[in-house]
T-cell receptor, first 113, second 118 residues
Framework: QQQVKQSPQSLIVQKGGIPIINCAYE??????FPWYQQFPGKGPALLIA?????SEKKEGRFTISFNKSAKQFSLHIMDSQPGDSATYFC????????????FGTGTRLKVLA | GAVVSQHPSWVICKSGTSVKIECRSL??????MFWYRQFPKQSLMLMAT?????????EQGVEKDKFLINHASLTLSTLTVTSAHPEDSSFYIC??????????????FGDGTRLSIL
């Protein structure tokens, strides 16, 4: 019940395409859902985060869609660029005071020039 | 803002050596810091949660005597891998949660430490 399932494992898109990465969770106590981008040899960097009281959030070319009833959320990258090629992780946490994350398994994205 | 510095970025040492990794929040105070381990092409595995001024909370299966964590101030946490062996070789990453912020604030990550034990 503590798992966050992420798909696909890997994704290849053409430049300008819109890759979509999906995550699903079981624990209804989760109430904070961030997305991180990680380049090889680097730590994860926060892209965007959402709470379940909104269904969509946009920041630049990145959009999170959130479906509370289905317990799913997804990341859309608009007008993808080769520089977006990286590994993307979704995560979830609950208001338990520990601030701990449960991470998804990651999606390796490659954007072709 | 919200920069986390991790040092060293890369270390190679002989089996049996103890290695200390530092994690600093440069422009904010962090009551809670986290230590993760990441294997190639895998997700981040939480090792322990470090709270300033108190003992770290270790995840199940993590040897607390092998991985010593100290969080002596609001800007510094250290991870010491004691008597390191080749199986301890990995990418170790720290993160920090900003002091005074609630649950709905992100963890900020360092750039990791590549540890290689010969």
């Amino acid at each position: 019940q503590q798992q966050v399932k992420q798909s696909p494992q890997s994704l290849i898109v053409q430049k300008g395409g819109i890759p979509i990465i999906n995550c699903a969770y079981e624990n209804t106590a989760f109430d904070y859902f961030p997305w991180y981008q990680q380049f090889p040899g680097k730590g994860p960097a926060l892209l965007i985060a959402i709470r379940p009281d909104v269904s969509e959030k946009k920041e630049g070319r990145f959009t999170i869609s959130f479906n509370k009833s289905a317990k799913q959320f997804s990341l859309h990258i608009m007008d993808s660029q080769p520089g977006d090629s990286a590994t993307y992780f979704c995560a979830a946490s609950s208001d338990s005071g520990t601030y701990k994350y449960i991470f998804g398994t990651g999606t390796r994205l490659k954007v072709l020039a | 803002g919200a920069v986390v510095s991790q040092h060293p970025s890369w270390v190679i040492c002989k089996s049996g050596t103890s290695v200390k990794i530092e994690c600093r929040s440069l422009d904010f105070q962090a009551t809670t810091m986290f230590w993760y381990r990441q294997f190639p092409k895998q997700s981040l595995m939480l090792m322990a949660t470090s709270n300033e001024g108190s003992k770290a909370t270790y995840e199940q299966g993590v040897e607390k005597d092998k991985f010593l964590i100290n969080h002596a101030s609001l800007t510094l946490s250290t991870l010491t891998v004691t008597s390191a062996h080749p199986e301890d070789s990995s990418f170790y990453i720290c993160s920090a949660h900003q002091y005074g912020q609630g649950t709905y604030q992100p963890q900020h990550f360092g750039d990791g430490t590549r540890l290689s034990i010969l």
